[in-house]
């Protein structure tokens, strides 16, 4: 998938989460956002690079991105690179 396609659902459909959040966020909103990264996993969601963030959330900046501690985690997420960004309105 390339990033300007954006993010899909599970039924295949364009992720419209930034425009959803948009709707109800204030113009100083911050959000935080646990993803990994892509990669094919069966039943689990595909994952997410930093780059498709910016395609669906494009009203938003990353001002911060963070490794997840993957200590308590069952063993298949402890090796997808979670990541934690934080992302500002504006």
Do not use: I, K, N
């Not at 954006?6 to 039924?11: E, L, N, V």
């Not at 690079?49 to 993957?70: C, I, K, M, N, Q």
């Amino acid at each position: 998938m390339r990033p300007d396609q954006g993010q899909r659902t599970g039924g295949g459909r364009p992720c419209t989460g930034g425009r959803e959040l948009d709707a109800v966020a204030t113009d100083d909103a911050t959000l935080l956002l646990l993803a990994w990264a892509p990669g094919r996993r069966g039943p689990l969601h595909r994952g997410m690079s930093r780059d498709e963030l910016h395609a669906v959330f494009p009203g938003w900046r990353v001002t911060d991105e963070e490794p997840f501690d993957v200590t308590g985690l069952p063993r298949p997420l402890r090796h997808v690179d979670p990541r934690v960004y934080r992302l500002c309105r504006g």
